[in-house]
């Protein structure tokens, strides 16, 4: 592909004696309106995703109280998911419309690193999510993990993220300069750094290390949520039985109000005996309420989680397989019409993850919806 634009650049050149910029303008443009499908389609993906983490972070972190701490993760995600739209959709733009000459070395280098940093944030912090509920839902009686805890972990998630996604600022970006005869022209490449061979398998190896930290987390996200998935099939089997006693127990609590009623004789001593019953059926009703309203919460929220998860795992295997089949086979860059959009599609997958999850939350976190509905009923009568 390299020999390829060389030939280009030089036939152009002489042809229409083009300067370096100009020539590589014509290009960008070129490349803009072969992608303009994509361009359109993240742009708007991009400003769902920030609006919906922008709600996510206002509802969750000023209006919903988290007591048990299972939603206690869920802002430091939506912050993380916010950044990653915006770094993802601003990359992506200047990579379809700028292709070859990038604004600046240090802009590439910045926003390759916030792409991989929160993709591998977001990723590890649904790990801790999964774990967090396997101890809820499965060891219920065991240790849990305290506020102290959660917060050591989002601390080493950070470390951890930091580090690997670090090198990408020393493989990314490099400065092409073209010494012409009237002056020196300078253009930015938002590739690779080291278009040799060995530059070629060091990338290789790089994505290949990301994509193994991927499968592992991947891995140990589904071992840890399978048996959460079972005992909530057992929640969803056992709950006829639950509502068949309640059926049962509403039953007596009505038959014993009409005998009570059809007493009008009855002794004035045994009439406090018969209220004494009767709070006992209130009671066992109520609490039966209770009991089967928090089975319910619990079972949203571990589906909510659930439902994450499997966006998580699907926009992010679709992103790096498809880029290391791509590295790995350079030819498919060539591809021109709706093949080169879908494999750019296909490739700026990983975005799905940061847009999806605050309307994830909406669908299923009940108070997330009550918040959502005053804070909408709000600012409809304000204005």
């Known amino acids: 592909m390299l020999s390829r634009i060389v030939n280009m650049k030089e036939t152009y050149s002489f042809a229409f004696n083009f300067s370096m910029d100009e020539y590589y303008e014509f290009l960008s443009e070129q490349h803009s309106e072969e992608l303009l499908p994509n361009t359109i389609l993240q742009l708007i993906a991009a400003v769902f995703g920030m609006f919906g983490n ?11 109280q988290d007591k048990s701490g299972s939603r206690y993760f869920i802002p430091a995600l939506a912050f993380v998911d916010l950044v990653g739209c915006l770094s993802n959709a601003v990359h992506y733009y200047l990579d379809d419309t700028v292709y070859y000459n990038y604004p600046g070395l240090s802009l590439c280098k910045t926003l390759y690193f916030l792409i991989l940093f ?5 990723a590890h912090l649904i790990l801790v999510i999964a774990l967090q509920r396997y101890l809820f839902i499965c060891r219920p009686f065991g240790q849990q993990m305290t506020k102290k805890l959660r917060r050591i972990s989002v601390s080493i998630i950070f470390l951890f993220s930091f580090g690997y996604s670090l090198p990408s600022s020393r493989l990314i970006g490099r400065e ?13 490449s938002c590739r690779s750094n080291d278009f040799s061979f060995k530059g070629h398998r060091v990338m290789i190896w790089y994505l ?69 019953r009767r709070n006992n059926f209130e009671h066992c009703n109520k609490s039966i309420d209770d009991r089967n ?58 975005l799905l993850n940061h847009i999806a999850n605050p309307y994830i939350y909406w669908i299923f976190d009940i108070k997330c919806r009550q918040e959502l509905r005053k804070l909408s009923r709000y600012c409809i009568f304000k204005h």
């Not at 929160?118 to 977001?122: L, Q």
């Not at 992103?319 to 080169?340: H, N, P």
Request: glycine share 4%.
């Open 54 to 64: 922008t709600l996510v972070l206002l509802l969750y972190g000023k209006y919903i």
């Open 176 to 188: 092409l300069i073209s010494n012409e005869l009237i002056s020196s022209q300078q253009v930015i």
């Open 208 to 276: 290949g290390i990301l994509l193994l930290f991927i499968l592992l987390n991947i891995g140990v996200t589904s071992a840890l949520y399978i048996p959460v998935i079972r005992v909530l099939y057992k929640s969803f089997s056992h709950g006829t039985p639950n509502d068949r006693n309640h059926r049962d127990y509403n039953a007596n609590t009505r038959s014993e109000e009409r005998r009570i009623s059809d007493m009008e004789n009855i002794d004035m001593e045994e009439r406090p005996k018969q209220d004494v």
């Open 293 to 350: 309203r928090k089975l319910k919460a619990r079972q949203r929220i571990t589906i909510m989680f659930l439902v994450i998860i499997i966006v998580y795992i699907a926009s992010y295997l679709t992103t790096l397989v498809t880029q290391i089949f791509a590295f790995a086979e350079r030819s498919v860059m060539d591809l021109k019409g709706y093949r080169l959009n879908i494999l750019y599609f296909c490739l700026r997958f990983n």
């Open 118 to 122: 929160t993709g591998g944030f977001s």
